[in-house]
């Protein structure tokens, strides 16, 4: 993995850095239904071209056990069409040089994933970050700033975006001026730098899952450079298998079996707050959705899609022989 998800930072640092788009299959089609991506702002590129399987890729790479099930429909990338894009590549060009000297000469530039609402992500290509600390990557804040996921970690920034109208998720991917990192724990209010030897936080010194940079550098320290767009099933589709089957019911899971599952590949803690969980949602305690959503936390979407993966096939099959 580390090989891949190096390979493509190098052929980002290449085709940005030498402001070029023509090698990439880039098309325009007015017809697209990425129309709100393109223009001025984006580019859709082909998917023949090597950029769009080296960025499909490290996309499928993060998001590790869920990536069969998912969908790269689609891959934008900053056009650099216009005057305005230029100089905000130049700006981050120009405090990425800046951070080196202060760093001793490597500003620590990395790659990051941010997910959000086609709305939040369009405004955010088009005029930059607006606010930080709203939407902390998978549900955990480290501090009071723009959370990003490393490159081995998609699948955080995928849990962090919303479904479109059009049944589409999308994510950001960005060059971050990372500078000298501080450790920030989890639950922290911190908003800027502990002292001036540190410039940006994350959760690991040694192996980084989540990248926080601070609200004073969000649109000087983040340079946006490709939109993935893309389908995966949510585990609530998978959770509700139950509803709308034709009998027989038989073969289907019931929560109580999937709990008796998961047993065997989680530990007492956490089976103790799934439990726990569980006897709150049949008291009434919590809604089905409340207890769905803490399956989610608890176990993580990618073991609950393989342990429910065998019933949603069968589901298909009922459905196949019921018509």
């Not at 493509?8 to 030498?18: A, F, M």
């Not at 700006?91 to 939040?120: I, M």
């Not at 109580?256 to 103790?272: G, Q, T, W, Y």
């Amino acid at each position: 993995m580390d090989q891949i998800q190096g390979d493509v930072e190098s052929q980002i640092s290449l085709t940005i850095d030498g402001d070029e788009i023509s090698d990439s299959g880039s098309v325009c089609d007015e017809t697209s239904p990425f129309g709100l991506f393109t223009g001025d702002v984006f580019v859709q590129i082909g998917e023949g071209s090597l950029e769009h399987g080296m960025i499909k890729r490290s996309f499928l790479t993060g998001m590790g056990s869920v990536a069969k099930y998912t969908n790269v429909v689609a891959i934008h990338k900053n056009s650099l069409s216009t005057l305005t894009r230029k100089a905000r590549l130049e700006s981050f060009q120009l405090f990425s040089e800046a951070v080196a000297e202060k760093c001793g000469g490597d500003a620590n530039v990395r790659l990051g994933w941010f997910g959000g609402t086609r709305d939040e992500i369009l405004g955010i290509v088009k005029h930059g970050f607006s606010h930080c600390g709203r939407r902390p990557v998978n549900g955990q804040s480290y501090g009071v700033g723009v959370h990003l996921a490393s490159t081995q970690f998609s699948i955080d920034g995928a849990l962090s975006s919303d479904v479109d109208e059009d049944g589409l998720k999308h994510i950001l991917l960005c060059r971050v001026i990372m500078g000298n990192m501080e450790v920030i724990c989890p639950g922290s209010n911190q908003f800027h730098p502990s002292s001036q030897n540190f410039d940006s936080g994350v959760d690991n010194l040694l192996a980084p899952r989540r990248y926080i940079v601070w609200s004073a550098n969000m649109n000087s320290h983040i340079f946006p450079i490709f939109i993935i767009s893309f389908k995966v099933p949510t585990v609530n589709d998978f959770l509700s298998v139950q509803a709308n089957v034709p009998k027989p019911r038989t073969s289907l899971m019931t929560f109580s079996a999937l709990i008796s599952i998961l047993s065997r590949f989680l530990n007492p803690p956490k089976m103790a707050l799934i439990d726990k969980s569980y006897n709150d949602f049949r008291g009434n305690k919590i809604t089905k959705p409340q207890f769905i959503n803490s399956l989610r936390l608890i176990a993580g979407d990618g073991l609950l899609l393989e342990v429910l993966k065998p019933y949603t096939q069968e589901r298909s099959k009922m459905r196949q022989n019921a018509n």
